[in-house]
């Protein structure tokens, strides 16, 4: 008999019951919430008159429609500020823990609950939120659901569930110099298809994928669902351990010892069968630009952008005509002919230290370009940004030029006052290139941190293989 | 939740492929804190125009024709509903009047928002969803059948397509039930199962930390 995968170990010690059809009954150890997808969950359980059925299993903070300019003068949407202020009030109401707008530890929440130690390998984790995949990285079952299912899991602490197919995506051999987390899984996507992941848990797995940090790894799963996968995973290894150590909610003293135990199983068996497989040598992947309004609109930067009158497909090229009409892009232009108006560096993708850090490198001793409107790099938590301060990474921004905001989503959706105009173009570092993603009208292309800094200072993209270091 | 069984409607098409649900309902409408009313905002980006400051219906947009004005089947290409996991997708379709979209597939997390929605996702081969475009293009007022107890999509021609679905997904949809009651029966069996994981992995609990 084969062994197990790791998706099959984290699904089978949660399941609580099973109906005669398949349909399982799954527990749920974490929940994460936000302002935008939990009012009417909260609204439900109300209405019926039910509570939380495990307080201790739900963490709450407001991140998207927070402003990333002076906190302390509150929200002027009076909107925005209406489902911040909910969030606080049915966070009191129902008793459960927050990190309001004001609290060091507040931000993304798929920044915070990692480096909260708020998610342990092992565990299942939940948010209104697609990108809870993120979560993986620490060898979590992780993903995103709907208001729905938030109530469902508040008032329950399970969900009804179906086991997914496993698929195994092994990167082989070290990313080249300049080549990032990022532009790995931006290759992942381009080989997959936005919806090559759909039905399946994916496991990231690989030499390339085990040197990544759990940065890295929480990048690489932050995007499975931009391959269409609801969760993706890694397996837990002495990095894993390493970087939960003293965490503030990760476990302390006799309990660290046997959750280390624990945690050890939570990998693959070498002998487990997967349902799809994918490989990828990391050596080939170079860094990545996205060109249309889909993830899979990728190529590597020293490509040009593709003609859809080569696509023989009816559906895809339908697919990129259209994409390069909203984008005012030419076929065979050369992405690094393609110029910027803004520079967006955050998201639950690349908002931690260590893409700061990338950034901060590249853009060191240089200035943006007087062409960029804006270049601007959001935190993704309030603790990021005071460690980004401590290394003077913000003084290596504000002297290139770029703006040093407060943690927040930010212009990855542009639910807050961050946004593209119609029609200006920007580099970020998120994880949705959609139609409008980040404001209506606005033309976004995926790279990676130390992309987005070389293309602030350039003022069009560039390989960062090549960058002048300083 | 609205039960559903046969609905007999106009079919509107939408001829893109991995339509997003930033697309069918942008970010500025999910600072609702309610359900209802998302419905006008329903494909904002594609379905209005901005003209002298004021918002005026995009003629080019397929909804916005006066024939596809009572659809209530959407027919669209594959990976619909993909990216953001936001109910106010479904809770848009819904609320505009779509009971059933009809596609190759979709994307996961937007099928189990649809499922909690009343709304019934059905797929069909792509080959078969590509003729199905071509008859509505050249039949004004083309209409469909859904049979959901059969699991068939029938057309006025009498050509008869059965469609895949989860049995659970069915029941629900059939009665137009809610998730938590049913859960809640199992009650029990939640509490076995955490007191055992609580024994078993106490980190698990922040009182057990």
Same mark, same amino acid.
């Given at each position: 008999?084969?062994?197990?995968?790791?998706?099959?170990?984290?699904?089978?010690?949660?399941?609580?019951?099973?109906?005669?059809?398949?349909?399982?009954?799954?527990?749920?150890?974490?929940?994460?919430?936000?302002?935008?997808?939990?009012?009417?969950?909260?609204?439900?359980?109300?209405?019926?008159?039910?509570?939380?059925?495990?307080?201790?299993?739900?963490?709450?903070?407001?991140?998207?429609?927070?402003?990333?300019?002076?906190?302390?003068?509150?929200?002027?949407?009076? @909107?925005?500020?209406?489902?911040?202020?909910?969030?606080?009030?049915?966070?009191?109401?129902?008793?459960?823990?927050?990190?309001?707008?004001?609290?060091?530890?507040?931000?993304?929440?798929?920044?915070?609950?990692?480096?909260?130690?708020?998610?342990?390998?092992?565990? *299942?984790?939940?948010?209104?939120?697609?990108?809870?995949?993120?979560?993986?990285?620490?060898?979590?079952?992780?993903?995103?659901?709907?208001? *729905?299912?938030?109530?469902?899991?508040?008032?329950?602490?399970?969900?009804?569930?179906?086991?997914?197919?496993?698929?195994?995506?092994?990167?082989?051999?070290?990313?080249?110099?300049?080549?990032? #987390?990022?532009?790995?899984?931006?290759?992942?996507?381009?080989?997959?298809? @936005?919806?090559?992941?759909?039905?399946?848990?994916?496991?990231?797995?690989?030499?390339?994928?085990?040197?990544?940090?759990?940065?890295?790894?929480? @990048?690489?799963?932050?995007?499975?669902?931009?391959?269409?996968?609801?969760?993706?995973?890694?397996?837990?290894?002495?990095?894993?351990?390493?970087?939960?150590?003293?965490?503030?909610?990760?476990?302390?003293?006799?309990?660290?010892?046997?959750?280390?135990?624990?945690?050890?199983?939570?990998?693959?068996?070498?002998?487990?069968?997967?349902?799809?497989?994918?490989?990828?040598?990391?050596?080939?992947?170079?860094?990545?630009?996205?060109?249309?309004?889909?993830?899979?609109?990728?190529?590597?930067?020293?490509? *040009?952008?593709?003609?859809?009158?080569?696509?023989?497909?009816?559906?895809?090229?339908?697919?990129?005509?259209?994409?390069?009409?909203?984008?005012?892009?030419?076929?065979?232009?050369?992405?690094? #002919?393609?110029?910027?108006?803004?520079?967006?560096?955050?998201?639950? @993708?690349?908002?931690?230290?260590?893409?700061?850090?990338?950034?901060?490198?590249?853009?060191?001793?240089?200035?943006?370009?007087?062409?960029?409107?804006?270049?601007?790099?959001?935190?993704?938590?309030?603790?990021?940004?005071?460690?980004?301060?401590?290394?003077?990474?913000?003084?290596?921004?504000?002297?290139?030029?770029?703006?040093?905001?407060?943690?927040?989503?930010?212009?990855?959706?542009?639910?807050?006052?961050?946004?593209?105009?119609?029609?200006?173009?920007?580099?970020?570092?998120?994880?949705?290139?959609?139609?409008?993603?980040?404001?209506?009208?606005?033309?976004?292309?995926?790279?990676?941190?130390?992309?987005?800094?070389?293309?602030?200072?350039?003022?069009?993209?560039?390989?960062?293989?090549?960058?002048?270091?300083? | 939740?609205?039960?559903?069984?046969?609905?007999?409607?106009?079919?509107?098409?939408?001829?893109?492929?991995?339509?997003?649900?930033?697309?069918?309902?942008?970010?500025?409408?999910?600072?609702?804190?309610?359900?209802?009313?998302?419905?006008?905002?329903?494909?904002?980006?594609?379905?209005?125009?901005?003209?002298?400051?004021?918002?005026?219906?995009?003629?080019?947009?397929?909804?916005?024709?006066? =024939?596809?004005?009572?659809?209530?089947?959407?027919?669209?290409?594959?990976?619909?509903?993909?990216?953001?996991?936001?109910?106010?997708?479904?809770?848009?379709?819904?609320?505009?009047?779509?009971?059933?979209?009809?596609?190759?597939?979709?994307?996961?997390?937007?099928?189990?928002?649809?499922?909690?929605?009343?709304?019934?996702?059905?797929?069909?081969?792509?080959?078969?969803?590509?003729?199905?475009?071509?008859?509505?293009?050249?039949?004004?007022?083309?209409?469909?059948?859904?049979?959901?107890?059969?699991?068939?999509?029938?057309?006025?021609?009498?050509?008869?397509?059965?469609?895949?679905?989860?049995?659970?997904?069915?029941?629900?949809?059939?009665?137009?039930?809610?998730? =938590?009651?049913?859960?809640?029966?199992?009650?029990?069996?939640?509490?076995?199962?955490?007191?055992?994981?609580?024994?078993?992995?106490?980190?698990?609990?922040?009182?057990?930390?």
């Amino acid at each position: 008999m084969a062994g197990k995968t790791l998706y099959d170990k984290l699904w089978e010690s949660h399941v609580v019951h099973t109906e005669p059809d398949g349909a399982v009954l799954l527990y749920i150890d974490r929940q994460l919430l936000h302002e935008v997808t939990s009012p009417q969950a909260f609204s439900g359980l109300r209405a019926a008159g039910r509570k939380a059925w495990r307080i201790d299993a739900n963490i709450a903070t407001a991140d998207h429609n927070v402003p990333t300019t002076d906190r302390a003068a509150g929200i002027v949407d009076p @909107t925005s500020r209406l489902q911040v202020d909910t969030l606080d009030q049915n966070c009191a109401e129902f008793g459960i823990e927050e990190f309001g707008m004001l609290d060091p530890r507040q931000g993304i929440v798929h920044v915070i609950a990692p480096e909260q130690g708020l998610t342990l390998p092992g565990m *299942t984790v939940v948010c209104g939120d697609s990108h809870t995949a993120t979560h993986g990285a620490l060898g979590a079952l992780a993903f995103g659901i709907g208001t *729905t299912e938030v109530e469902h899991v508040l008032a329950t602490q399970c969900l009804w569930a179906r086991k997914a197919k496993s698929m195994r995506v092994w990167v082989e051999g070290a990313l080249g110099q300049g080549v990032t #987390a990022k532009d790995m899984v931006l290759a992942i996507i381009g080989k997959m298809g @936005t919806a090559g992941g759909t039905g399946y848990a994916i496991e990231f797995a690989g030499p390339a994928v085990q040197a990544l940090s759990i940065e890295g790894r929480m @990048t690489l799963c932050n995007m499975a669902i931009e391959a269409g996968a609801r969760s993706g995973m890694v397996g837990v290894d002495a990095i894993t351990i390493d970087y939960l150590r003293g965490r503030p909610y990760a476990p302390v003293g006799r309990i660290w010892d046997q959750a280390v135990a624990a945690w050890g199983q939570l990998h693959s068996d070498s002998d487990a069968d997967f349902d799809a497989e994918i490989h990828l040598d990391a050596a080939d992947i170079a860094p990545q630009v996205t060109w249309g309004t889909s993830p899979e609109m990728v190529a590597e930067i020293s490509a *040009t952008v593709p003609d859809p009158d080569q696509e023989t497909d009816p559906v895809r090229r339908k697919g990129w005509t259209d994409a390069l009409a909203y984008m005012d892009l030419q076929a065979n232009t050369p992405l690094s #002919a393609i110029t910027l108006d803004k520079v967006f560096i955050g998201s639950c @993708t690349n908002a931690r230290i260590e893409d700061l850090r990338a950034a901060a490198a590249v853009a060191k001793g240089h200035h943006k370009a007087a062409s960029v409107k804006l270049a601007m790099v959001v935190p993704g938590s309030g603790l990021v940004k005071a460690q980004a301060e401590a290394e003077g990474l913000d003084r290596i921004f504000k002297e290139a030029g770029f703006e040093w905001r407060e943690p927040g989503c930010s212009m990855c959706l542009a639910m807050n006052a961050d946004r593209l105009e119609p029609g200006e173009r920007c580099a970020s570092t998120s994880n949705r290139n959609f139609e409008g993603r980040q404001g209506a009208g606005g033309r976004t292309h995926l790279v990676s941190p130390a992309m987005a800094a070389a293309a602030a200072i350039a003022g069009h993209f560039v390989d960062v293989r090549d960058w002048p270091a300083k | 939740m609205e039960a559903f069984t046969v609905l007999e409607a106009l079919v509107a098409p939408l001829d893109r492929p991995n339509v997003d649900t930033d697309a069918i309902i942008p970010k500025q409408f999910l600072k609702t804190i309610e359900r209802q009313g998302l419905g006008k905002h329903l494909f904002d980006a594609w379905r209005y125009l901005e003209k002298d400051g004021t918002q005026i219906d995009n003629p080019d947009f397929i909804l916005n024709q006066p =024939i596809y004005a009572d659809a209530r089947i959407l027919l669209a290409r594959e990976n619909f509903g993909c990216g953001s996991s936001r109910e106010h997708a479904p809770w848009a379709l819904a609320d505009y009047g779509f009971r059933a979209i009809i596609a190759p597939s979709f994307a996961d997390i937007f099928a189990n928002n649809c499922v909690q929605n009343g709304i019934v996702l059905i797929r069909l081969p792509a080959d078969v969803v590509d003729h199905l475009f071509h008859e509505v293009a050249a039949n004004p007022g083309y209409r469909l059948r859904i049979d959901l107890p059969a699991q068939e999509v029938q057309t006025m021609g009498d050509s008869r397509y059965h469609f895949p679905m989860d049995a659970g997904h069915k029941h629900k949809l059939l009665h137009g039930l809610d998730d =938590i009651q049913l859960t809640l029966q199992h009650e029990e069996a939640i509490r076995t199962y955490e007191a055992a994981r609580r024994q078993a992995a106490p980190w698990l609990f922040r009182d057990g930390v």
